[in-house]
T-cell receptor, first 116, second 113 residues
Framework: DAKTTQPPSMDCAEGRAANLPCNHSTISGNEYVYWYRQIHSQGPQYIIHGLKNNETNEMASLIITEDRKSSTLILPHATLRDTAVYYCIVRVSSNAGGTSYGKLTFGQGTILTVHP | AAGVIQSPRHLIKEKRETATLKCYPISRHDTVYWYQQGPGQDPQFLISFYEKMQSDKGSIPDRFSAQQFSDYHSELNMSSLELGDSALYFC????????????FGNGTRLTVT
């Protein structure tokens, strides 16, 4: 799986948008970008994932550049409860048989601190 | 919908004892993953199972073993426990479909004294 690079920490004011960048310049054509977050000692929480197109769900938006070498996770209106470690992870979409059971490899994420 | 269920939530064992952690995946999920997270560290992949067969293996000590049963739940067995095994252990499950995300449980905190 391709390696990702994230800033070690970021701050955001409550109510403002939090934009978390991720670099994955060696991503392959069959690799998805996943975002997870982990609030202290809880299990990692799935946020969103995408392959080529931008994606949006009730939690966040994912913007993937056209060359797929970087992406940005956007939390539109950050709250204090969004304070967490955010992980950007690249994972192969499927194996030769069409199934997908590849692991997620967690690297250094971004510690997002939302301030009142 | 119910998420991934792990039991017990907390476990205290002494050195050289054994421990068994259980994981109940989300309904219809056929793949289970185990992760270990030490204090101040990122989650580290241990082992995974797809359709009851081991699908991948990470940095799992030989003292540990795991299996996935016919109902898709999984158990992580840990023997000859060491102080360094104290950690959070997470289980995740997913559908083996292209792009399907992993969903994690809230973990078992193992303390070895």
């Amino acid at each position: 799986d391709a390696k990702t690079t994230q800033p070690p920490s970021m701050d955001c004011a409550e109510g403002r948008a939090a934009n978390l960048p991720c670099n994955h310049s060696t991503i392959s054509g069959n690799e998805y970008v996943y975002w997870y977050r982990q609030i202290h000692s809880q299990g990692p929480q799935y946020i969103i994932h995408g392959l080529k197109n931008n994606e949006t769900n009730e939690m966040a938006s994912l913007i993937i550049t056209e060359d797929r070498k970087s992406s940005t996770l956007i939390l539109p209106h950050a709250t204090l409860r969004d304070t967490a470690v955010y992980y950007c992870i690249v994972r192969v979409s499927s194996n030769a048989g069409g199934t997908s059971y590849g692991k997620l490899t967690f690297g250094q994420g971004t510690i997002l601190t939302v301030h009142p | 919908a119910a998420g991934v269920i792990q039991s017990p939530r907390h476990l205290i064992k002494e050195k050289r004892e054994t421990a068994t952690l259980k994981c109940y995946p989300i309904s219809r999920h056929d793949t289970v993953y185990w992760y270990q997270q030490g204090p101040g560290q990122d989650p580290q992949f241990l082992i995974s199972f797809y359709e009851k067969m081991q699908s991948d293996k990470g940095s799992i000590p030989d003292r540990f073993s795991a299996q996935q049963f016919s109902d898709y739940h999984s158990e992580l067995n840990m023997s000859s426990l060491e102080l360094g095994d104290s950690a959070l252990y997470f289980c995740a499950s997913s559908l083996a479909a292209a792009g399907s995300p992993l969903h994690f449980g809230n973990g078992t905190r193992l303390t070895v004294t």
